[in-house]
């Protein structure tokens, strides 16, 4: 799969911190790559150097061919974390300046900007100011100014901020039908189920350097043990004598068992106490956002997969 953007050993200091070190990775056409961590992590200053609003002290980032300097920015579609639209201003005016500043034709871009205030359940707002629009509908209007030129490289930071369910499915639908039509699409959030849902790869940073990365299937893989989560009422020293346990969340009605990497579940059942209290038992794996919890903890190292 073509890489879009190539982002290669890039180092960031300010004066004495060091914010970034030997960040690596790329972002192919039609893909939905995430790019993770706690606040403070770096992804901020990754995204702002791809950007070009600051410059790497060590590395480079490629835009197809293209170098730091040379980079078509008008093939970059960007939704800030900090929106930024002019609050007085009419909305269809807003979207169409915007395309015009990516060089994008007017009749084009004011066709495609209907579409999609229909499509988000804006029909008739057209007229009215941004400041008039409620958050989500904010949010909802920058997404649209951040996609009317059909960007290449789509660079999204935390889109689902300030939305409700039925307009974070929406948004949802909207990501991965321009990944299927070949949009490059780099993706910051903190809400871990949706990276799971929709997201193909994932590069997870911690304190500026590269902790995991690759699919979603080898990162769970790799990273997501066994848990059980049994509902019923039992003494934790019970649980405690149980083979290959890592550790236990434990109240009085229920119990999550975290199982090591090298239990073998079949097996693990069949060792189950018969005095054990089970109401209802669950074998699945950890979650991303447990994952990520671990890493930003230091319950795991790093790892590197293609």
């Known amino acids: 799969m073509e ?104 009749k084009k871009a004011k066709e495609r900007a209907l579409s999609y205030l229909k499509k988000f359940d804006l029909d008739g707002k057209e007229k009215v100011s941004v400041d008039e629009l409620s958050k989500g509908m904010g949010q ?75 699919t979603i299937e080898d990162v769970k893989n790799e990273y997501a043990n066994f848990k059980c989560s049994i509902k019923g009422k039992n003494e934790l020293a019970l649980l405690e004598q149980l083979p290959n346990v890592q550790r236990i969340k434990h109240t009085e009605d229920a119990s999550v068992i975290y199982l090591t990497p090298d239990v073998v579940v079949p097996s693990w059942l069949r060792q189950l106490p018969e005095d054990l209290h089970i109401q209802e038992l669950a074998i699945d794996r950890i979650s991303l956002h447990e994952i990520f919890i671990d890493v930003a903890t230091g319950r795991h190292g790093g790892a590197d997969h293609a």
């Open 140 to 214: 909802k209007v920058q997404f649209i100014a951040s996609v009317i030129h059909e960007p290449e490289l789509l660079i999204l930071d935390e889109p689902f901020s300030g939305l409700d369910p039925v307009s974070q499915d929406v948004f949802k639908k909207e990501i991965r039908e321009l990944a299927d039509s070949g949009t490059a699409i780099l993706l910051s959030s903190h809400q871990m189920n949706m990276v799971e849902e929709l997201c193909d790869r994932l590069f997870m940073i911690n304190r500026g350097q590269k902790v995991i990365y690759g």
């Open 3 to 106: 890489n879009v953007l190539t982002v290669s050993n890039l180092g960031k200091s300010f004066k004495t911190k060091r914010v970034l070190q030997d960040i690596s990775f790329d972002v192919r056409k039609g893909e939905i790559m995430a790019i993770l961590g706690p606040n403070g992590a770096g992804k901020s200053t990754t995204i702002r150097n791809i950007m070009g609003i600051m410059y790497p002290d060590e590395g480079s980032i490629t835009f197809h061919n293209h170098q730091e300097n040379e980079i078509p920015r008008h093939k970059i579609g960007y939704l800030p974390e900090e929106r930024g639209l002019y609050k007085n201003v009419k909305v269809m005016d807003m979207i169409l300046y915007l395309a015009n500043l990516k060089d994008y034709p007017l």
